[in-house]
Nanobody, 117 residues
């Protein structure tokens, strides 16, 4: 059974930091591209950051220089370090695992991040 379990969300003041974690199970983690997406109320879900199976990363322009994605293939976990948080970062953050070549795409249940004073 595939599971992606996010943790680490919460309420933080502007300028603060949070670290999200996504623990994966039920599939061969190291073969999958892992990503973090977010969805704010009334908006479409958008890609925040992704890390390929090779370790190559890419980021949305809005988070470049502030967020860092990383993966630990030994622990089957992907992280998102979020620094210098802004109110516009407020959203539900979702973990995603994708292997396009075989058509697999999995989602976690989401974790709320709220940036507010």
């Amino acid at each position: 059974q595939v599971q992606l379990v996010e943790s680490g969300g919460g309420l933080v003041q502007p300028g603060g930091s949070l670290r999200l974690s996504c623990a994966a199970s039920g599939f061969t983690f190291r073969f999958y591209a892992m990503g973090w997406y977010r969805q704010a109320p009334g908006k479409q879900r958008e890609l925040v950051a992704a890390v390929a199976s090779t370790g190559t990363t890419n980021y949305a322009n809005s988070v470049k220089g502030r967020f860092t994605i990383s993966r630990d293939n030994a622990e089957n976990t992907v992280y998102l370090q979020m620094n210098s948080l802004k109110p516009e970062d407020t959203a539900v953050y979702y973990c995603n695992a994708a292997w396009i070549g075989v058509g697999n795409n999995y989602w976690g249940q989401g974790t709320q991040v709220t940036v507010s004073s």
